[in-house]
């Protein structure tokens, strides 16, 4: 059998904005995905990611600046002129078809021979384990093998770039995690450049080489998960990168010390490096709970305002000079657990502070 032909092409988005009316809601993007890169699209509801990966696609208003691949300005051509292939949120599959059929759909449309599309879509059907599948109707599949569905009627016509909108948002968490390890491995088969809009930071973290941050329909930065996790441009990507305790204020010299003194007059160790920071990230993981007396030179005294079992972690609120800080502490079973209202040393890892 003759294997699918995919490519690995380069997309670059050049002072890219578009507008609804007189609603801009992208706002000059500048954007390179690498060939075969898997690349998210990450941020909260209305930051602009799925109308970027739509005006990628061809859906919607025309664009202004420039949309490449491999170099081709494609920003003003109609959807079906780009070759490229899109997986809907709703999988949009036809009820009335069988599964071969609605694989088959984008080839028929595009007038191929009959042999050519039959080979074409058992491979495809192939490619996601559903070629015993083929004469079923999508309404006698789960969800996950609906999405295959989606995923193989894309691939037949083999796309450029395969764009992917929130593709596992209608399944439930572990069938989530299996289909997108499942994404990923035929991704990485085909080598296909794959761009991937999600609000899910686990699903971007887990999949992605890159990604983009958008809030507000501006790129807030570019970069691997765990380079943004750990060096955050501003404060809207920490926050919305894990969790992070973010704290608003700035440093001042103290005596004989430079502090970084938060709005409600919190005193924290200053990185000299940041000298003109106005906010401070600190991760949960990096903020520890001693009982009163043990937490050493640097500890403060606080007191346990929440606490929220997670499974492997247990999550405390714990308020300290005006301010209330998460904290994460590996759940262990047996070890003692702090309650609310005990009165606790807060000690902070200084040199993993985020200054912002």
């Not at 790129?219 to 894990?242: C, H, I, K, R, T």
């Not at 405390?316 to 003692?336: F, I, N």
């Amino acid at each position: 059998m003759t294997a699918l032909q995919t490519q690995s092409s380069e997309v670059v988005i050049e002072n890219l904005s578009l507008s609804f009316g007189a609603t801009e809601v992208l706002k000059k993007i500048d954007l390179v995905i690498s060939p075969g890169e898997f690349f998210s699209f990450l941020g909260p509801s209305g930051s602009g990611k799925s109308t970027l990966l739509r005006a990628i696609a061809g859906f919607g208003p025309t664009p202004k600046g420039r949309i490449l691949i491999n170099g081709e300005d494609v920003a003003k051509l109609p959807p079906w002129e780009r070759n490229v292939g899109m997986v809907f949120q709703s999988y949009a599959l036809w009820p009335h078809m069988s599964v071969a059929r609605n694989v088959a759909f984008g080839l028929e449309e595009r007038k191929l021979p009959r042999a050519e599309i039959d080979r074409r879509v058992m491979e495809a059907l192939e490619l996601v384990d559903l070629v015993d599948y083929a004469q079923r109707r999508p309404s006698q599949l789960s969800g996950g093998q609906q999405q295959r569905v989606a995923l193989a009627r894309t691939i037949v016509i083999e796309p450029r770039v395969l764009l992917l909108d929130e593709p596992l948002s209608n399944l439930d968490a572990n069938l989530r995690v299996q289909m997108r390890r499942d994404i990923l491995a035929l991704q990485r088969k085909l080598k296909l450049t794959t761009i991937f809009v999600t609000h899910d930071q686990e699903e971007a973290n887990t999949t992605s080489q890159r990604m983009a941050v958008l809030n507000n329909g501006i790129l807030q930065q570019v970069g691997a998960p765990m380079e943004l996790y750990d060096n955050p441009a501003n404060s809207f990507v920490a926050g919305f990168l894990g969790t992070a305790n973010i704290l608003q204020g700035a440093v001042k010299s103290l005596g004989d010390e430079t502090k970084f003194v938060t709005a409600a007059g919190l005193q924290l160790p200053h990185i000299s490096a940041a000298p003109d920071a106005h906010s401070i990230a600190i991760r949960p993981q990096n903020v520890h709970l001693r009982a009163p007396g043990t937490g050493g030179a640097l500890a403060m005294a606080g007191e346990v305002a929440e606490v929220e079992f997670l499974g492997s972690i247990l999550r405390y609120a714990a308020t300290l000079g005006g301010e209330t800080l998460l904290v994460d502490h590996s759940h262990t079973p047996g070890e003692p657990v702090f309650a609310v209202g005990d009165t606790v040393d807060v000690v902070l890892d200084a040199d993993k502070f985020i200054m912002l």
